[in-house]
């Protein structure tokens, strides 16, 4: 809920710094900063969005707190929207604290994580997909996904949300209409209503399947390999990773955890996990190492099946390479510095159209290749958005998920003939679904939640 009075935080990061920076906004900031600033210069003006140089004092006695450069933003045209003071001091957590003590004593109260972003929001500054992008953002560790981030602070998703919600709002007006001349007209859906659909749903989709890519920028591909007991999964970690990750011995079932170690493939993070071979567990150790191994496999972006090529393959094998899903995997031939036992070719009991690599994870062939494969598969065209604009935030996308659902729903509606009262309905939630990511159409509860991970000072 919004409350008017008067916030204030250090906004640069705990600790020690060169120059830190306390933010305040609230109807009694500008008073506030003519009491607790002392100009160098005798004459100080406080035009808004002007430096001004001088000291920060204690208890309005003459006692000097800092040195400081301190700006004023006059309402409207502040982050906030309200009135806004940037106290810039020294970076020294005893001064800041200092500093925002004497802040409360003339009437802050302490910001709550998020609280400046949520009243740029809530004076209509910036919608709620800008403010997450700008939680992302202060978040992001990788260039790639502070880029993405940061057209999003630029609106752009909320532009493109926002031009989706005027298509969507003719469709409805479009089916409307149709509900008013039912009675007149027995003939089917209005013109112009399907196409309208499948445009919306085409570019719904685009924005979804930006979701992956955008993800994979941020947070990494995520590759699992697995594989049956030896094959040489925690060789292959090792020989990927060129470190020693994991053990390697010629007992099965040696790797119970999950080891993760991430490499660089052209600037992506790639997570590599090795994980416990798969087979019938002989003890409660292996079992929990197995179950963890399938709970990451399922959740794996692309999955590096291994086979041990040197000896003949089992039901284990089969069974694994059918267990994974189809897309985003290859299947590795390990150990091919042996005499091989079979061929990957018709006569092996590989599905047809398998994609298959030969390696040898202790000497190292084929690895430069799988590297390769991997950064085939980061930027393959299919996961390549030709729109401009990505999302990387779950809310969003199940929102568009949510969304395009009913979109569907409403087309099916129409197709089947089904009352127009029904797609309209459909189409109504489509539209409620849109505005949760703008914020539009949010509750109160849902805005505290999405604020509260923010952090304070943001
Ligand atoms: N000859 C040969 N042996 C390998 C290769 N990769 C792994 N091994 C051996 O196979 C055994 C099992 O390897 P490990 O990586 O622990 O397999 P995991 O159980 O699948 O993790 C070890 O003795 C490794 O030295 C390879 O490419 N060639
Ligand atoms: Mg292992």
């Avoid at 509900?179 to 112009?192: C, L, R, Y």
């Avoid at 924005?207 to 941020?218: C, G, P, V």
Wanted: with cysteine; aromatic share 4%; charged share 25%.
């Amino acid at each position: 809920m919004y409350t008017h009075d008067t916030i204030a935080a250090i906004a640069t990061p705990a600790g020690t710094g060169g120059v830190g920076i306390i933010r305040v906004s609230g109807s009694t900031a500008e008073s506030i900063a003519r009491r607790i600033f002392r100009p160098s210069k005798t004459s100080c003006s406080w035009e808004s969005h002007h430096l001004y140089h001088g000291d920060i004092i204690a208890g309005d006695s003459q006692t000097a707190i800092d040195e400081v450069l301190v700006a004023l933003m006059r309402a409207p045209h502040s982050f906030t929207g309200e009135d806004v003071l940037e106290i810039n001091c020294h970076g020294s957590p005893v001064i800041m604290q200092a500093i925002l003590s004497e802040l409360m004593r003339l009437g802050c109260r302490p910001a709550k994580p998020g609280e400046f972003s949520q009243r740029a929001f809530l004076n209509g500054r910036i919608d709620l997909s800008q403010a997450e992008a700008l939680a992302t953002l202060v978040a992001a560790r990788s260039e790639k996904s502070s880029a993405i981030v940061l057209t999003q602070l630029k609106g752009a998703l909320g532009k493109e949300i926002e031009s989706l919600r005027l298509l969507l709002i003719e469709a409805i007006a479009l089916t409307e209409t149709e509900i008013d001349f039912t009675e007149d007209v027995s003939s089917g859906e209005a013109p112009g209503i399907l196409p309208q659909l499948d445009t919306l749903a085409k570019r719904l989709k685009l924005l979804l399947d930006s979701y992956r890519r955008a993800k994979i920028y941020t947070e990494g591909l995520n590759v699992v390999i697995t594989g049956k007991p030896n094959v040489g999964k925690s060789s292959l970690l090792n020989a990927l990773t060129g470190r020693k990750r994991a053990i390697v011995t010629d007992i099965p079932g040696t790797t119970r955890d999950l080891i993760t170690d991430t490499i660089d493939i052209n600037g992506i993070p790639v997570n590599i996990t090795d994980t416990a071979g798969l087979r019938k567990p002989l003890d409660i150790i292996e079992k929990a190492g197995i179950d963890l191994a399938l709970e990451n496999l399922s959740q794996a972006d692309f999955i590096i099946v291994l086979l041990d090529g040197s000896k003949p393959l089992t039901e284990e094998d089969t069974k694994i390479i059918e267990g994974i899903p189809a897309k985003n995997n290859i299947i590795a031939i390990n150990k091919t510095d042996l005499p091989p036992a079979w061929e990957p070719d018709r006569s092996s009991p590989l599905p047809p159209d398998t994609r298959t690599l030969k390696i040898s994870a202790k000497f190292g062939s084929g690895i430069n290749e799988l590297k390769n494969i991997l950064a085939a598969d980061i930027a393959s065209p299919e996961k390549e958005n030709t729109g401009t604009v990505m999302i990387n935030n779950l809310r969003h996308k199940n929102a568009l998920e949510r969304a395009l659902d009913n979109i569907r729903k409403a087309k099916e509606n129409l197709v089947c003939g089904t009352s127009p009262e029904f797609t309209a309905l459909d189409l109504r939630e489509a539209l409620d679904n849109l505005d949760e990511i703008t914020g539009r159409k949010i509750t109160d509860e849902i805005l505290d939640k999405i604020f509260s991970t923010f952090c304070i000072g943001k």
